[in-house]
């Protein structure tokens, strides 16, 4: 019996380090003015000043890092969360078509019109107090700004103090010391828009200061939306509540009908950092008060003449829980609304840029003849205009066309049972059809939080100036196309943690339920316009490390003792300066020959490896293709398409492998056949090995040749291989036998093995059995299926990587394969796995090609070694990814190229001091493919936190996504594929949760409040459990799954983000300048647009790229004219739906499509082939293309808007719970 095969990706420690205390300049407070761009606020955690000789580059800090007064309200509260209110075009109470924004008061009157006090009828002004400026939130009475005509008093303004507030989790906070505001008078906003006030607790209600990523969203017609902010919660703020809160769907629905949220600032951009923008009109002190503006002589707040207005009373009840209200009741949404609250109603363009939307209620119909969009209509007395009346029979929180049940069989964490009034096939197992009664409440689709609108947001903030890495805030969003510069901190393509805010205690990251982890990807590709990394020669002893936790040299050592010593920021030991590496001091603490030295200023540097690092004398990497002749692959046309591919990849004169490269051929059925290449030969010699089960290389000169010496005998054999076996009959190929072949052939020089295959391997050594079984679906042996069967593959696939030899595997497969088994070889060794279910030449041959040139001309090492340092208080406890480990701290790998990334876990162990920082090493021990031997160290150092406000605020939620995918994967070989799905959803709920529950607590139970940096953190939660990789049942092939599973450990941040949710642009009536060459040489795209049905024109035609395959689609209303244009036929039904690649045409359209795929193509690390679906005609592409299309139910999932509704439910029942 074989011995069950090794665990492998798991689990390893490494040691300890602790940082060193550095000196940091007083923060320098920019002013800011609220605008509709984005900002991200530097990192202002700052500690005091280090020991003598410390030093740290002057830097530019804004006022608002964590606990600052850019906006935030309180101290490490994060950014402005994002409230979804009841009814459409309200926001958290406040009617999206206000022309003014409200001002939230004090706990004890939250919504109150300015100059009326508690109590008082309209009209009447309560005397105004002095206004404090408070970064957590006010007590007693509301604070407001001076009567109209009125101004501050000028009033010298005192230095801004910094203090921390809100030390642990859920405790409230101290008031901090306030600063009197001064010179503030009333001024126009921008675009003609009402001036901006601020809420009671610091947060402007226009635009969003100090948003560590910025963005904004859209209104319906894709324009920012202006004028209205959610005032942002704070802990140990009270609000007064009506009663209960309603928990039943069609609560949830009414409170999330509508979500806005204001536009971020204008930023100025200086030496690639955001600096916030200075107004001559706007002081610090403006952050933290208000500022009385007028409209037609009446106070914001207050309704202008003739405006409409809605009496509110209080009320300690909603009758119906989650029913809508009748006039004299509270507004939805509005817990604790005082008496008497008017709502200025204006009219068309009050605000600009937003076009209103009608609001969706239950009963209501849309765009009926004779109703205004967005207003309320006449209905039965007693009850809200536009609203159903409540029906009898129903419980509390109910509403028509809703029941009450538990979770579907088999729906993950998250998921709630199917409704009647959803439509058919929504949930697990599906949904009959609606119930007949009133239609449900719907929610606006454009008004839940939007990727596009977040990606595009980010990409304006880096579309002319660059990232500092020194800046130490969040990066920008993996979809981003930006530049860093290389400044302390490593760019972040090679490291990107999960938070940029290391929780001080284990319990403050168990509180936040935010993984704390990274993801390391050492050989990532850099932009073209970043500057190369630099290449460090230290000589025969190698570069300077730490005699204790052996931390290579970096910025961040401390020298000491006029350079004589060095103080290590991972383990905080003092070393002696080898004497080679000796240089004096300045008057700064710096070394004299810092500007000499790349590795004492950039976060990522290549050592050159002294020969104490090499095991054998390094060479240039050689590459052995071992192709499959049986006869499927004959007759599948597969063997003409490999030779071809090679001939291109070496001859075409196009991207080829690196000068000095050798390659050797073989093929094999059952027994293996080798080919000597030499260049004196005129013809190449064929030898067979016939006993597979003692497997020898018969050659020992000839096998690995140059492909340029030996051109002419190459070229001979791969015009011959075709005929040699045309007539080959074998239907059994000796797979084990080729690898073992493979290895035996690179041993001692090592490379890649790139291996082609058609079908399961029954003969040789490593043979295997079908062993595929829908019975084990779902039940816990299903993990089974998803573990190598046989010990001979995992085995091999380790004694690859040992020897410095990567297995890529290209797998053609009709039928069964066993992935599981066979592709353990390249997920040990570091390789690739390539699958073509059905291969077809004309629909997959060009893909063939390209798939095999880009594995092997991209950014390669080979004979890699990876090893992760933390600095004390800290460990490594876990890896995820494709590779192999002898022990628990090094990660072997055969080889790895550019886009190759590894998940890495972090635990505490021990309490980090607020007042230092975390610092992090990746070193890479690898050797180049033209046989240089390196070492690639990158380095980066963050803040640590005691906050859980800064933890959110500085977490970065694409990193982290891509984390929770790698460790999801690793838990499939112990949990089945239900539990793992739940544990996915029910870690979304707990993020959630955790912030609404410690960072807004004091918001009302229906309101779903979502952190800024983890506002898409439920969509792309959704978009995980959609993967082929996670889905349950049997019409899922095993291989199919497995080979989704080996991607997703390999895949970076940049590559998981569009494989979750794909890019979908228009493509029919494109007009200039998209698909045109702008003055940077780059194509301009046309605008994303969101997947979804609801967005496609059944007479357009889209394209849709995830990374990994670009489909376009055709509606079957598409004009003659874009088809005759761009495809060059009259009908859809004349389009070759297998065609490769786009007919060249000498029309504009025809340019400007190509152009864009061209584009597309050139963003992404594999080959995107090419599928035309042609909607209603083309079956299974039109399947296909719909399951991509996230936002919709599909899948046997929930679409967006329905899994975000039972996401609150869920917080709902979590925080009632704890």
Known sequence: MSAPPPQYGQQQQGPPGYPAQRPRPPLQHQQSAPNFSAARPFNSQTPPPGPAGAFRPQRSIPAGGPGGPQGYGAPGMGPAPMQISQSAGQLNGVPANAPAPFKQASSQDSFRPLGAAAGQPLGQSAPRPQLQSQDSF???????????????????????????????????????????????????????????????????????????????????SGQPVGGQFPPQPVAGQQTPAMGPAATGP?????????????????ARRAGGRR???????????????????????????????????????????????????????????????????PFPIPGPGAIQGFQQQPAFHPGM?????????????????????????????????????????????????????????????????????????????????????????????????????????????VPPLASTKFRAIDDVNCNPRFIRLTTYNIPCTEELTNTTSIPLGMIVQPLAELAPDEEPIELVDCGEKGPVRCNRCKAYVNPNFMWTDGGRK???????????????????????????????????????????????????????????????????????????????????????????????????????????????????????????????????????????????????????????????????????????????????????????????????PTFGPGQLKNREDAKLFGTEKERTLYEPQEYFWPKLGQDCAADGISVDMFLFPTSYMDIATVGSVSALSGGELFVYPNFEVGRDGLRVARDLQNSLTRTFGFDALLRVRVSNGLKVSDHFGNFYMKNVTDVEMGGIDASKAIGVAIKHDGKLDEKRESSFQAALLYTTATGERRIRVHNISVSNTSLLGNVFRYADMDTTICYLCKAAVAQTVNSTLKA??????????????????????????????????????????????????????????????VSSMRMLKALGVPESVPFLYPRMMQLH??????????????????????????????????????????????????????????????????????????????????????????????????????????????????????????????????????????????????????
């Open 138 to 220: 006010r007590q007693g009475q509301p604070q407001m700004g001076p009567a109209p005509g009125q101004q501050f008093a000028q009033q010298p303004r005192p230095g801004l103090q910094q203090q921390t507030s809100f030390t642990q989790p859920g405790q409230p906070m101290a008031p901090r010391p306030s600063t009197p505001l001064s010179n503030f008078a009333a001024r126009p906003a921008p675009n003609g828009m009402p001036a901006p006030l601020l809420s009671s607790q610091s947060q402007p209600i226009l635009g969003t200061l100090g948003n560590p990523r910025g963005g904004s969203f859209s209104g319906p």
């Open 250 to 266: 069609a609560a949830l629905a009414n409170d999330m009908a509508n979500m806005h949220v204001g536009a971020a600032p204008a």
């Open 275 to 341: 600096m916030y923008a200075k107004s001559p009109e706007t002081s610090t002190s403006d952050l933290y008060g208000a500022a009385q503006a007028q409209q037609g002589g009446q106070p914001y707040g207050q309704p202008g003449p003739g405006a409409q207005t809605y009496g509110q009373q209080q009320a300690s009840g909603m009758g119906q829980q989650g029913m809508p209200h009748g006039p004299g009741q509270p507004a939805p949404g509005f817990g604790g609304v005082p008496a008497n609250t």
């Open 365 to 473: 119909q849309v765009n009926q003849p004779g109703m205004q969009p967005g207003f309320p209509q006449g209905g039965p007395a007693g009850v809200q205009p536009g609203f159903v009346p409540p029906q009898p029979g129903y419980q509390p929180g109910m509403q028509p066309g809703y029941q009450a049940g538990g979770a579907p069989h088999g729906a993950p964490a998250g998921f709630s049972q199917p409704q009647p009034g959803f439509q058919p096939g929504m949930g697990a197992g599906g949904a009959g059809p609606a119930a007949p009664g009133p239609a449900r409440s719907r929610i606006d689709p454009n008004q839940v939080p939007s990727p596009i609108t977040a990606q595009e947001a980010d990409q304006v903030l880096y579309e002319e100036s660059a990232f500092s890495t020194m800046s130490k805030s």
């Open 566 to 760: 060095f103080v290590c920021n991972l383990c905080s030991m003092e070393n002696e300066t080898p004497p080679e590496y000796f240089m004096n001091l300045d008057m700064s603490g710096r070394r004299m020959d810092l500007m000499r030295r790349p590795e004492l200023r950039r976060g990522t540097v290549d050592f050159a490896a002294p020969k104490d690092y090499q095991q054998r004398e390094p060479k240039p990497a050689s590459f052995v293709i071992a192709i499959d002749v049986t006869w499927s692959s004959i007759q599948s046309g597969l063997l003409k398409q490999v030779v071809d591919g090679i001939r291109e990849l070496l001859y075409s004169g196009g991207k080829t492998i690196a000068p000095g490269t050798k390659i050797g051929i073989m093929t094999f059925d059952k027994s293996v056949h080798f080919y000597n290449l030499s260049a004196g030969l005129d013809q190449p010699q064929m030898m067979v090995v016939c006993d597979v089960m003692d497997m020898f290389v018969p050659l020992n000169a000839g096998f690995l040749v140059d492909p340029i010496e030996s051109r002419a005998v190459i070229e001979n054999l791969l015009d011959t291989l075709p005929t040699i076996f045309q007539e080959n009959r074998t239907h059994e190929p000796a797979l084990g036998a080729a690898v073992q072949a493979g290895h035996a052939a690179l041993k001692g020089t090592g490379g890649k093995l790139s291996v082609f295959q058609t079908m399961l």
């Open 980 to 1041: 793992v799905r739940e544990r996915l959803a029910e870690k979304c709920v707990k993020v959630l949760a955790a912030y609404r529950k410690h960072a807004a607590s004091s918001s009302s139970p229906g309101q779903l409040i979502l952190p800024e940096s983890y506002k898409l953190f439920a969509l792309y939660t959704l978009c995980v459990l959609k993967l082929k990789a996670f889905r349950g049942g049997p019409d899922q092939p095993t291989d199919i799954r």
């Open 1069 to 1218: 009536d494109l007009v200039p300048p998209y698909g045109e060459i702008d003055e940077r040489g780059f194509v301009k795209l046309p605008p994303s647009i969101r997947v979804s049905k609801e967005r496609l024109n059944p007479a357009g035609a889209y394209v849709l790229e995830n990374g990994q395959q670009m489909i376009i689609w055709l509606g079957r209303g598409i004009p003659g004219t874009f088809l005759r244009d761009v495809f060059g036929v009259d009908t859809l039904e004349q389009i070759d739906s297998k065609m490769k690649s786009l007919p060249v045409l000498e029309t504009p359209a025809s340019l400007r499509t190509r152009n864009i795929l061209a584009r597309l193509q050139s963003e992404r690390q594999r080959y995107l082939y090419l599928q035309v679906v042609r909607h209603q005609m083309d079956q299974f592409g039109d399947i296909e293309f719909h399951n991509l299309l996230i936002e919709d139910q599909n899948l046997e999932n929930l679409g967006y808007v329905d899994y975000l509704i039972n996401v609150h439910r869920q917080i709902q029942m979590e925080l009632s719970s704890s």
